[in-house]
């Protein structure tokens, strides 16, 4: 499993997660098993784990034993599917979101602009659209609006309209391809880092990776128990806004809204105000890191479910 993906802040998340070891929790991003076999080793035999990951590739890792379940799912199933497995609700939930090391590290799946390969980049590679359909089928004004919004790329426009200009003479069909396109508008001395700000939003839309986190986040208040956790590692800012907004507030806002008395009326209560991320010992150990947050918190006893 180590070589699949190296599991971030492990033992931090996990600490946070498990506190009765004889209930049942969920792993929505199960990967190569790295979080959940540490669930595992915490667990009694009466404890469960229910895992999920939407990569069915993921399943060569799965754990071999009775108190473990692994779903082929995206986590935006997750109610469906603890319901069908009758473990709703549960007392944990934990989701390290981004990308695995063995997705990045794997040229054909087209993750990463390291690589030659396939434009692809399909996490559930059975259903959906492909970098190369977007790529070669959005329109310009798409394009520039997706490299901004989950690129964070400054110069989107100009690489949205190079792509639609050099498409018209060949389809683009490899990360290759596609570098060697954007290649004269990458800024001097950030070339890589600009690169896998293209890639990453091109990932995000492929997977609806924001709207995926949505329906997952709004899932969990009636998903957890009384007083269970929810614990999320994020990489991207989008992605870490919308966990700190829901998990402040139980909205993407962050609004909190009050009874009529003033008292706030939120579903989650922050176990960590601040948010965790790894140290530089981590950092240096494991690169992929380094941009990590980690948030966790509880679902107060009150909230309906």
């Known amino acids: 499993m180590s070589n699949y993906h190296n599991p ?10 498990v506190g009765n070891p004889a209930a049942t929790y969920a792993d929505v991003t199960f990967g190569g098993g790295g979080h959940s076999g540490e669930i595992m ?55 390290d979101l981004g990308v695995s090391s063995h997705q990045f590290d794997t040229p054909d799946r087209g993750f990463s602009y390291r690589y030659a ?11 959906g659209l492909s970098a190369c359909d977007i790529i070669n089928g959005y329109a310009e004004t798409q394009l520039a609006k997706l490299f901004y919004t989950y690129g964070e790329l400054k110069n989107g426009g100009k690489i949205a309209a190079q ?22 508008l990458l800024p001097h001395g950030k070339e890589n ?16 990776e924001i709207g995926a986190l949505q329906e997952f986040l709004l899932q969990c208040t009636d998903a957890l128990c009384p007083d ?11 992605e870490d806004r919308l966990v700190k907004n829901f998990m402040k507030s139980g909205n993407f806002e962050g609004i909190i809204k009050k009874d009529f008395f003033g008292n706030p009326l939120t579903p989650f209560e922050l176990i960590t105000r601040k948010v965790i991320i790894p140290d530089e010992k981590e950092i240096t150990t494991n690169p992929r890191a380094r941009s990590a947050k980690l948030r966790v918190a509880a679902k107060r006893p009150t909230v309906n479910s």
């Open 8 to 17: 971030v802040l492990l033992q931090t998340s996990v600490d946070f997660l």
């Open 41 to 95: 080793n915490r667990l009694t035999p009466q404890g469960r784990l229910i895992a999920f990951d939407q990569d069915s590739t993921s399943y060569q890792n799965a754990l071999i034993d009775s108190r473990f379940t692994f779903v082929t799912a995206n986590f935006r199933h997750l109610k469906k599917f603890l319901q069908y497995y009758q473990s709703y609700p549960v007392q944990g939930i934990l989701a």
């Open 117 to 127: 390969g396939a434009l692809d980049m399909r996490m559930n590679q059975a259903s």
């Open 163 to 184: 792509i639609v200009q050099e498409r018209q003479n060949q389809i683009i069909k490899t990360t290759e391809q596609l570098i060697e396109v954007v290649s004269k």
């Open 193 to 208: 880092k600009t690169l896998s700000q293209l890639f990453q939003a091109l990932r995000i839309e492929v997977n609806d």
């Open 228 to 238: 269970g956790r929810l614990v999320v590692i994020a990489y991207h800012s989008l």
